[in-house]
């Protein structure tokens, strides 16, 4: 989620019971003065699922904000907002760049920012097997596409992985003893067909227009990196 999303979701829109967040609103502040305003697409209205302990925790947070909230004398309805100060008033975004990068900094992770946190989401989901039309919906991506080029260098490291995995899976191969003999059979359409008799005994047939100028019954020896047309 972004973090206008963040600041304008209200406890009606989670649903701790489903484990799902709706995205209905936004909020913007600039220069102290808070702007609610609707989602920038329709595709931006969307729900998004949350983890198990993600839920847990916003129930605890949930009880704290009413008793909180019954120390200032305020009542606690659904439409309040989920993250906001002490008071209840929302958060200003420069105060949360600057309390996360803090935060960031005592973790050991200098430069990020909070925003960064959207990117490794889409990473470790990436990382972990999760679809990449799953991820777009979460990030609000306006393509598939789109995720699988920001994120290429995640997806190429995965694929290559991927590889590795599956020549673990597979048998040794077959026979490095191949029979290289190749028969021309005639065509009318004046192809030549070459049959490959692996030892394995599985016959792959191979189609190759004729080099101009040569004979098609002279039984050339056609060069192994000629490329074949598989029939």
């Known amino acids: 989620m972004r973090q206008a999303e963040l600041f304008g979701l209200r406890w009606r829109d989670i649903d701790l019971d489903m484990l799902s967040t709706s995205i209905s609103q936004v909020l913007y502040k600039r220069r102290g003065i808070c ?5 920038k ?5 969307r729900r998004v699922a949350m983890t198990p302990k993600l839920a847990l925790y916003l129930r605890e947070y949930k009880t704290e904000r009413e008793w909180l909230n019954r120390q200032l004398g305020k009542p606690f309805t659904l439409d309040d907002l989920v993250f906001t100060g002490i008071e209840g008033k929302p958060i200003d975004p ?6 996360f990068g803090r935060l960031a900094v005592q ?12 990117h490794t989401f889409a ?13 777009s919906e ?4 306006s393509s598939v596409a789109f995720t699988m080029d920001v994120y290429s260098h995640i997806i190429d490291g995965i694929q290559s992985d991927a590889m590795a995995l599956l020549d673990e899976l597979l048998p040794a191969g077959v026979s490095q003893k191949i029979n290289a003999n190749l028969r021309i059979i005639g065509d009318k359409r004046q192809h030549f067909s070459f049959k490959c008799q692996r030892s394995s005994g599985v016959e792959q047939r191979f189609r190759k227009p004729p080099v101009v100028g040569s004979n098609p019954t002279a039984g ?4 192994a990196t000629t490329p074949y047309t598989s029939i």
């Open 220 to 223: 050339s020896v056609i060069p």
């Open 123 to 135: 990473s470790l989901m990436l990382l972990r097997g999760a679809k990449p039309k799953i991820i």
């Open 41 to 45: 697409t329709s595709h931006s209205r």
């Open 94 to 99: 420069g105060v949360l760049s600057h309390s």
């Open 138 to 141: 979460a990030l609000d991506h």
């Open 107 to 118: 973790a050991g992770l200098e430069n990020v920012r909070f925003h960064d946190l959207r």
């Open 35 to 39: 702007q609610y305003k609707e989602p």
